[in-house]
C-alpha cells in the first residue's frame, strides 16, 4: 500500500484527536483524545520506519535503516503509561472534591 | 553525563529519606545536601576533574554551555530550597516526594541541556513536567490546586501530542531524529512531498515548544496554572522549568531556523510583540499579585525569545544572563510573596514599616524584573536588545520592547508603591532570621550581577 494512505489516515486519526480535546467536557474522554493522539503518532512512525527500511532494503539487505522509528514508538508508549497514572490519579483526585470529572465545574469556581 | 545519573539516584534516595527521617526539618537538610551534591557533581563535570563517560551513541551532546545552563538551574533550584524549604514542608503532608519530584525535574532539565536529537528532546520534555503535573496538584484538598492540574496536564498531553507528531513527520521526511534536520538527507528518494513534511514538523514542534514556554498565542494555560499551584511550586515552575525549556528550544531551532528563511524572523518578530503586548498588558490590570507575576512570567519570556530571533554569541550570553538574573529575582519576590497571607496589592500595604529588609530585598528583585539599571534585569534586557541590534534584525522591533519594558515599571512599581507609600498592617508568616539573611544575600547577588555582569560571562568562557 503506497505511504500516503498511511499519512491520511494517521492525519485523520490525529485531527480526531485534536478535536476531540478542543470541544468535549468530560475530563477522561479529553484524555482519551489525547491517547488518540498519541497513538496516531505511533502509526505513523512506524508506517515511515517500514517506508524508510524498504527504501534502503533495495541497496543493502542487511540494512537497519528504519529501526529507531520503531524504537522511538516504545519510548512512547512508556511515557503515555507514565502519563496515563499520572493523569488518572489527577482526576480521581478531582472527582474525591468535586463529584465531576466535567471540566466546566472546574471554571466556574473561578473567581 | 553526571548531573543526569546524579539526579535521578538523588531523585530515589530522597523518596526514600521519607521513610527513615521523621522530621520534615531533617528531609530539607537531606535535600540541600543532595543539591550541593549535584551541583558538584556537575561543576566537576564542566572541568572534567570527575565525570562519569557512558557511549549514547549521539544521542546525547555535552558542551560547555549546555552543562553551565544546567549548573545555573542547579544553583537556582538550591537558592530556591534555601529560601522556601520551610514553605515546602507545609505544602502538604509528603515532603519527601515533593524533593524526589523536584529531583526528577531537574533530570529532566539535565537532559534537555545536553540532548542530541528529538528522542532525547521528548524524553527530557516529558521527565521534566509529568513531576510538575503532580507538584501543582500538591495541595490536594484545594479546588484551585487540582483545577490548576488537570489544566495544566490536559494542555501538556496535548502540546506533547503536538511535538510527537511534529517529530513524526520530520522523520517520515527525513528517515533521523537527528537534531539538525537540514543535514541528514531524506533516505527515501520516492517521497515527492518529503520537505512539506519536513516543514509541517518543525512548525508543529514550534508550536508545542511554544506551548512549554508559554508564548503567546499559545499561553492562554499559564495564569491559570500559575495562580492555581501552591505558591512555592509557581515559583519553581516559573524559574528553573521554565529556563530549560528555553534552552531546549534555542538548542533545538538553533540549526533548524534557517530552513525557513526569512519566515523565522517573521514568525519570532509576530511571537514576541504577541507575547510582550499579552503579558505585560494583561499584568497590569490584575488585582492579586500572583497572578500578576504569572502574566510578568509571560512578558518575560517575550524577552527571552529575542535570543532565538538573532541566535549569535551575544543571544547565548544574553540567555545565560536572563536565567541569572530571571530566577534570582522571581524566586526571591515569590519568597517574599509565600510571606504575606494576603496575596492582592492591599495585602502589601505598609510591609517596609513591619518588615523593612524584607521590603528592601524585594524592591531589587522587582526593579531587577523591570530592568533598571543597577540590577541583573537591565543587562539581560540590554544583551537580548543588543544582540537583535547586532545580528540586523529590524529596529522596530526593539523600539516595542523598550516601550514594553516601560510598561512593566508600572505594574512591578505598583508594589513597591503599596509596600512604601502606603499605610496598612500586612499579616505575615513567621519570617526566622535566616530567611532574612538568605534573602538579603539573594538581592545582593542580582545586584552585584547588576554591575558586573561580567562575573557570569567570564565563567562562561573560562
Known sequence: MPIQYYIYFCLALFSIGIIGVLTRKNAIIVFMCVELMLNAVNLLLVAFSKMHHGAALAGNPATTVGIDGQLFVFFIMVVAAAEVSVGLAIIVMMYRNTHSVDINFLNRLKN | ?462
Open chain 2, 1 to 462: 553525563m553526571n548531573a543526569i545519573i546524579f539526579s535521578a539516584v538523588l531523585g530515589v534516595v530522597m523518596m526514600f529519606s521519607g521513610i527513615i527521617l521523621r522530621s520534615k526539618s531533617a528531609v530539607t537538610t537531606t535535600a540541600i545536601v543532595s543539591l550541593l551534591v549535584l551541583l558538584l557533581a556537575n561543576i566537576f563535570n564542566i572541568y572534567d576533574v570527575f565525570s562519569i563517560h557512558i557511549d549514547t551513541r549521539g544521542l546525547l551532546h555535552f558542551n560547555k554551555f549546555g552543562l553551565f545552563f544546567n549548573t545555573i538551574l542547579i544553583a537556582a533550584t538550591l537558592i530556591f530550597v534555601l529560601l522556601s524549604g520551610k514553605d515546602i514542608e507545609k505544602a502538604g503532608a509528603n515532603v519527601s516526594d515533593y524533593y524526589a519530584l523536584i529531583f526528577f525535574v531537574l533530570c529532566g532539565t539535565s537532559i534537555l541541556t545536553s540532548f542530541n536529537g528529538l528522542l532525547m528532546l521528548f524524553l527530557g520534555i516529558e521527565i521534566m513536567t509529568i513531576p510538575l503535573y503532580i507538584l501543582t496538584g500538591a495541595d490536594k484538598r484545594n479546588l484551585k490546586s487540582n483545577e490548576a492540574s488537570l489544566k495544566y496536564f490536559l494542555m501538556g498531553c496535548f502540546s506533547t501530542g503536538i511535538m510527537l507528531m511534529g517529530i513524526a513527520l520530520v522523520y517520515g521526511a527525513t528517515g533521523s531524529f537527528s537534531l539538525n534536520v537540514a543535514a541528514s538527507s531524506p533516505a527515501s528518494a520516492g517521497m515527492p512531498v518529503s520537505s512539506f513534511l519536513q516543514m509541517a514538523g518543525l512548525i508543529l514542534l514550534f508550536v508545542s515548544m511554544c506551548f512549554k514556554v508559554s508564548a503567546a498565542p499559545f499561553h492562554f494555560w499559564t495564569p491559570d496554572v500559575y495562580d492555581g499551584a501552591p505558591s512555592v511550586f509557581t515559583s519553581f515552575m516559573a524559574t528553573i522549568v521554565k529556563a530549560g525549556g528555553f534552552f531546549a528550544f534555542l538548542n533545538l531551532f538553533e540549526s533548524n531556523a534557517q530552513l525557513l528563511g526569512a519566515t523565522w524572523k517573521l514568525l519570532m518578530s509576530f511571537v514576541i510583540i504577541a507575547t510582550l503586548l499579552i503579558g505585560n498588558i494583561t499584568a497590569v490590570f490584575q488585582q492579586s499579585i500572583k497572578r500578576m507575576m504569572a502574566y510578568s512570567s509571560i512578558a518575560q519570556a517575550g524577552f527571552m525569545l529575542f535570543a532565538l530571533y538573532s541566535f549569535n554569541d551575544m543571544a547565548k550570553e544574553g540567555i545565560l544572563l536572563y536565567a541569572v538574573a530571571y530566577c534570582l529575582a522571581t524566586i526571591g519576590f515569590f519568597s517574599v510573596l509565600i510571606k504575606v497571607k494576603d496575596y492582592t496589592f492591599d495585602g502589601f500595604n505598609g510591609l517596609a514599616k513591619t518588615q523593612p529588609v524584607i521590603a528592601f530585598s524585594a524592591t531589587v528583585f522587582l526593579m531587577s524584573l523591570a530592568g533598571i539599571p543597577l540590577t541583573a534585569g537591565f543587562f539581560a534586557k540590554y544583551y537580548m536588545l543588543a544582540s537583535v541590534v547586532k545580528s540586523g534584525g529590524s529596529l522596530w522591533i526593539v523600539v516595542v520592547a523598550v516601550l514594553f519594558a516601560a510598561i512593566s515599571v508600572y505594574y512591578y512599581f505598583k508594589v513597591i508603591q503599596a509596600m512604601y507609600f502606603k499605610e496598612g498592617q500586612p499579616e505575615t508568616h513567621e519570617i526566622t532570621g535566616r530567611f532574612k539573611t538568605g534573602l538579603v544575600l539573594v538581592a545582593a547577588a542580582v545586584i552585584l550581577v547588576g554591575v558586573l555582569p561580567s562575573i557570569v560571562l567570564n565563567w562562561f568562557y573560562f
